[in-house]
């Protein structure tokens, strides 16, 4: 089976902090995706990456920052938190021709103070 | 814009009480419409993909069926280990298209 795993269940910061949240797939997907869920707005895109050092703006990129070095490793990156960004984070990958089939990580749940 | 919505937002069942989830959808082109179930505190887990009016999938108690305008997700006997939240998303065609997903149905199969 697909293993998508995101390094932390639950992450408290401050605002105003670096936040980096890790996405590691062991099943050499191509494509990788970086979510936000929110009650009552559903799933939102962030960033999603084609391949190796490519990425591409989603729905809601302000804010954010992506790194992808490692094909099995994508990286968000929250450059200055802020409490808008408190949410839970998932991170999905693929291996077909970009959006079919997504297999999602347990997500982040992250808090900003 | 591409829209989904989904109905109703919660569902309580008996066991044994088949129901329907509704997906109704407004895009420029389909290119195929998903849907998924999320447990709590888990990310969501792909179910099927359907790509054409008429087309239906399986899958033990569920079945997805699709129209030109909607998606239903007809449960069948449920069981309380089928309460979770179902989600829908399309796809519409054209190059690196995004899903657009609906907020979510959350159903409850009382035993």
């Known amino acids: 089976d697909v293993k998508v795993t995101q390094s932390s269940r639950y992450l408290v910061k401050r605002t105003g902090e670096k936040v980096f949240l890790e996405c590691v797939q062991d099943m050499d997907h191509e494509n990788m995706f970086w979510y936000r869920q929110d009650p009552g707005l559903g799933l939102r895109l962030i960033y999603f990456?084609?391949?190796?050092?490519?990425?591409e703006k989603g729905d809601i990129p302000e804010g954010y920052s992506v790194s992808r070095e490692k094909k099995e490793r994508f990286s968000l990156i929250l450059e200055s938190a802020s409490t808008n960004q408190t949410s839970m984070y998932l991170c999905?990958?693929?291996?077909?021709?970009?959006?079919?089939?997504?297999?999602f990580g347990s997500g982040t749940q992250l808090s900003v103070l | 814009e591409d829209q989904v919505t989904q109905s109703p937002e919660a569902l309580r069942l008996q066991e044994g009480e088949s129901s329907s989830l509704n997906c109704s959808y407004t895009v420029s082109g389909l290119r195929g419409l998903f849907w998924y179930r999320q447990d709590p505190g888990k990310g969501p887990e792909f179910l099927f993909t359907?790509?054409?009016a008429g087309e239906e999938k399986e899958k033990e108690r569920l079945k997805a069926t699709l129209t030109k305008k909607e998606s239903f997700l007809h449960i069948t006997a449920p069981k309380p280990e089928d309460s979770a939240t179902y989600l829908c998303?399309?796809?519409?065609?054209?190059?690196?298209?995004?899903?657009?997903f609906g907020k979510g149905i959350t159903l409850s199969v009382r035993p």
């Open positions: 999905a990958s693929s291996s077909t021709g970009g959006f079919e089939k997504l297999f």
């Open positions: 990456s084609y391949d190796v050092k490519m990425k």
């Open positions: 359907l790509y054409s």
């Open positions: 998303a399309v796809q519409a065609l054209g190059a690196n298209s995004k899903l657009t």
